[in-house]
């Protein structure tokens, strides 16, 4: 596995660990803590709202006390209820614009015996209806102040809020003992004001008219009160939520239900949802965070690994050293790279440097170093070369062996130094009397030289070796020892290799040396053919 998967893969099983970590202690953390302390703090604001509502009912009801009790308590009320006046109620009270104000549906005034003076309702619109409701004492009795209990309280006056069913409809009473403004003396009667529990009575309990409060009545009554988060007339409160909404149930003197109010429950400031998403961004960010770890990691190391790995490997293979892998950086990975960069840097230019000197060394031991001609070790790999190359048995090849006449005799007149000066003569001159590009003219050793002519004929070879003979007498170079000239001259024999036929440089030589034999005998200064072999 290379680095780069085994490190994908590590990488992978750490988003894994690293999501499957988050996400077991988001869960711990959500139902052993979050949760239950969001839901404990929603439930207690449940309960909050649940009292605000009751507070609104029981200021709204305030505003009906406040009244009755102003009233009640007035001492021209007080004379009048016990005069019976019926007249002065009609005038002070059956006004259309103290019911709109008030927002009452009726007042009713009774004598200290429990019988109706005067009373008076009105519909909802404060239209006065002629038929009054409250004139049956088995209806209205039970919201009277009756004597006994203005002497049982110690205090007077005392009034009674109560919820009754007028019409088939919700109702709340108001009922007010009538006292003299002293507050000593004896109860005059009940002052009593009552309105319908409605659209409107909730519309005022909902500030800036958005109607958050909704009052139930009748038939949806049954399946609202089993889940009340509390009771009129309890200090309890529970949250229930029924419906999406806190409910606040109201019974009737019987005790049956008769009125409910609702809020809806407060949106929740947590949402599961939210928890799920979190996650879910949580799963995202750890993605993109090991996304841009991995690319890091990668570019600062991986990269450099496989730049180095590729760039020995192709090296180790191809033994190319001008390779490079083009690091450079302060990291460990990047300084190793720079190194190994230095070290093919050496590595290459002590390649260059052996190479030359190889070459040179090459070239050292294919030359004669007097002369500077091709030597005897050179001129065999050359006729071995040639023997390789089938196509050269189609040609033919001749061999000249060139030998310098009484050589020894010159040394002896002139000096070593001056029979090497004459041998790098001959040399050139052999060379310059020959073709470079097809001959090859080598020293053989000593005095002697050899020529091989490719593609040359007997007819050719024995041309060319004449023009030698020639060329070097035509140096003039003065013998001044015994030979047949006074000037230095050279004895060639040659050895042809026709067309068509191998080449066996052994045998070739051998005959071209039988035929310089033959040359020194007849006289020297001359070529002499070998027969066809
Ligand atoms: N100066 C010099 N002389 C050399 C060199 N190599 C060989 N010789 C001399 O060449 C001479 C060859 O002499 P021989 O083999 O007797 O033949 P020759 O005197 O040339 O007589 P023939 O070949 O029969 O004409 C010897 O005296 C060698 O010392 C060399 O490198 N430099």
Redesign the pocket.
């Known amino acids: 596995m290379s680095v780069k998967s085994k490190l994908r893969s590590r990488l992978l099983l750490a988003v894994a660990a690293a999501f499957v970590s988050i996400l077991a202690a988001q869960t711990i953390i959500r139902f052993n803590w979050t949760l239950p302390q969001l839901d404990h703090l929603a439930h207690y604001n449940d309960q909050l709202d649940v009292k605000r509502v009751k507070n609104q009912i029981s200021q709204q009801l305030n505003l009906n006390k406040n009244f009755t009790y102003d009233n009640g308590v007035w001492d021209e009320n007080y004379s009048n209820a016990r005069e019976k006046n019926i007249d002065w109620f009609q005038q002070n009270y059956f006004i259309k614009q103290t019911f709109a104000h008030q927002n009452l549906n009726g007042i009713y005034f009774y004598d200290a015996q429990g019988q109706l003076i005067v009373g008076m309702s009105a519909n909802r619109e404060f239209e006065f209806i002629v038929t009054p409701e409250f004139t049956d004492p088995a209806i209205y009795s039970p919201l009277l102040i009756t004597t006994k209990e203005v002497q049982d309280n110690q205090q007077l006056p005392i009034s009674k809020v109560q919820f009754i069913e007028v019409h088939g409809k919700a109702a709340v009473v108001t009922s007010q003992s009538i006292a003299p403004s002293n507050e000593h003396g004896p109860s005059a009667g009940t002052m009593l004001v009552w309105q319908f529990i409605d659209d409107k009575f909730v519309e005022l309990l909902s500030p800036n008219g958005q109607q958050l409060v909704q009052q139930h009545q009748g038939a949806d009554l049954d399946a609202i009160f089993p889940h009340l988060s509390s009771e009129w007339g309890s200090n309890d409160v529970d949250a229930q939520v029924y419906q999406g909404r806190l409910f606040i149930g109201v019974k009737d003197l019987q005790h049956k239900p008769l009125i409910a109010f609702s809020i809806p429950q407060s949106p929740r400031l947590y949402d599961r949802a939210i928890f799920d998403s979190s996650i879910l961004a949580g799963l995202v960010m750890a993605i993109i965070v090991l996304g841009l770890f991995y690319f890091f990691i990668h570019k600062s190391m991986i990269q450099p690994v496989l730049k180095m790995l590729k760039t020995v490997s192709y090296v180790s293979l191809s033994s190319d050293y001008s390779q490079r892998t083009g690091l450079s950086g302060s990291s460990e990975l990047h300084r190793l790279g720079e190194l190994i960069d230095q070290l093919l840097c050496v590595v290459e230019s002590n390649k260059q440097i052996l190479q030359q000197q190889n070459e040179q060394l090459a070239a050292l031991s294919n030359t004669d170093q ?1 002369t500077s001609l091709a030597n005897r070790r050179y001129l065999d790999q050359h006729l071995a070369v040639l023997s390789s190359h089938e196509a050269n048995r189609q040609l033919p090849l001749s061999l000249l062996v060139i ?7 010159f ?2 007149t002139f000096g ?5 000066r ?2 790098r003569q001959v040399a050139h001159a052999l060379k310059q009397l020959t073709h470079g590009a097809t001959d090859l003219v080598c020293r053989f ?3 002697e030289f050899v020529v091989v002519l490719e593609n040359t004929d007997k007819a050719n070879a024995a041309h060319v070796a004449d023009n030698l003979c020639r060329g070097i007498e035509q140096l003039k170079i003065a013998h001044g020892g015994k030979n047949a000239s006074e000037f230095i001259t050279i ?1 060639i024999g040659v050895a042809t290799k026709p067309a068509d036929h191998a080449i066996d440089s052994q045998q070739l030589f051998e005959r071209a040396d039988a035929a310089l034999y033959r040359a ?1 005998s007849l006289g ?1 200064n001359r070529y002499v053919c070998a027969d066809n072999a």
């Open positions: 007097l030998d310098i006449d009484f050589f020894k005799s040394n002896d070593h130094a001056e029979g090497d004459i041998l050793g000593g005095e004895s020194k020297r």
